[in-house]
């Protein structure tokens, strides 16, 4: 129980499965218990290759803060971040440049628990616990403006995030705020789960991830996700399945053309 307490809070009941940590061990991370990796085992059996599908996920991460780096951007906000483990933005980032600015933002306590410790003693990094539907709390929040100077662009990473926030929540006027918020210059990165791609396994999936606490997944179609950009424009290759976002290499791509096109994203720039 002293490693458990060293990065989780008492009041989290580790008997409980948990999205992020789950998340976490589906990407290969150690910061998961027994609970989560049955959760994990069990999604992996009813739609296999949930484990391939996170890796793609974060493959694309790598990709999307390696290209606002290259644009010049030095500074990002992570919503939904999740336990920042396994090529989180930091590392990816700061390998480019060590001046970069990162903030994780979660609403798990135990993503952000953790988080505090893998950034300890690095000033250029920031977790903050907030929900993101409620962006006042984030964009006014210390952390994110001791961090991020909003004179200069900013990267916003939204992935696998949007498809939890249902249509009733009006994720169109969530993500105008967000989207208002950022100075000219910046970038906003997402990925979402395909509407085109639905099946019974996959909806089975992402039911028990509800009842673990991860909400219900919403999912749509190219024009609905494209939407969320509203008059950001699109960089190249536009809004496009997941792994045929500019891939790199082969750890970009699954060998099963099923998999690649289970989530739409895409990067927009704020003219």
């Known amino acids: ?137 984030i964009l006014n929040s210390g952390e994110v403006n001791r961090l991020l100077d909003f004179d200069q662009p900013i990267g916003l990473l939204m992935l696998f995030m949007v498809h939890w926030v249902p249509d009733e929540a009006d994720p169109q006027s969530l993500l105008k705020r967000y989207r208002e918020a950022l100075p000219s210059g910046s970038y906003l990165a997402i990925s979402h789960m395909a509407g085109d791609h639905v099946n019974d396994d996959a909806r089975s999936v992402t039911d028990r991830m509800a009842k673990a606490g991860g909400g219900d997944v919403t999912y749509r179609d190219r024009a609905q996700v494209e939407s969320f950009f509203g008059d950001f424009e699109l960089v190249e290759p536009g809004l496009v399945k997941f792994a045929e976002w500019r891939p790199s290499g082969p750890g970009d791509v699954s060998d099963d053309p099923a998999l690649n096109k289970i989530a739409f994203a895409g990067v927009g720039r704020k003219p």
């Open 1 to 137: 129980m002293s490693d458990v307490q060293n990065w989780v809070p008492q009041s989290v009941d580790v008997s409980v499965p948990s999205a992020a940590r789950v998340y976490d061990y589906l990407l290969g991370g150690a910061h998961n218990f027994a609970v989560d990796r049955l959760m994990g085992d069990k999604a992996e059996q009813m739609m296999p290759n949930s484990r391939n599908a996170a890796r793609l996920n974060r493959a694309f991460l790598r990709r999307a803060v390696r290209f606002m780096t290259d644009q010049g951007v030095r500074q990002f906000l992570d919503i939904g971040s999740g336990i920042p483990t396994v090529a989180n933005v930091h590392e990816v980032a700061q390998e480019e440049d060590p001046s970069c600015r990162v903030v994780y933002v979660d609403r798990d306590p135990v993503a952000v628990a953790h988080g505090e410790l893998i950034i300890a003693g690095n000033d250029r990094v920031g977790v903050l616990q907030a929900d993101m539907r409620d962006p006042d709390s």
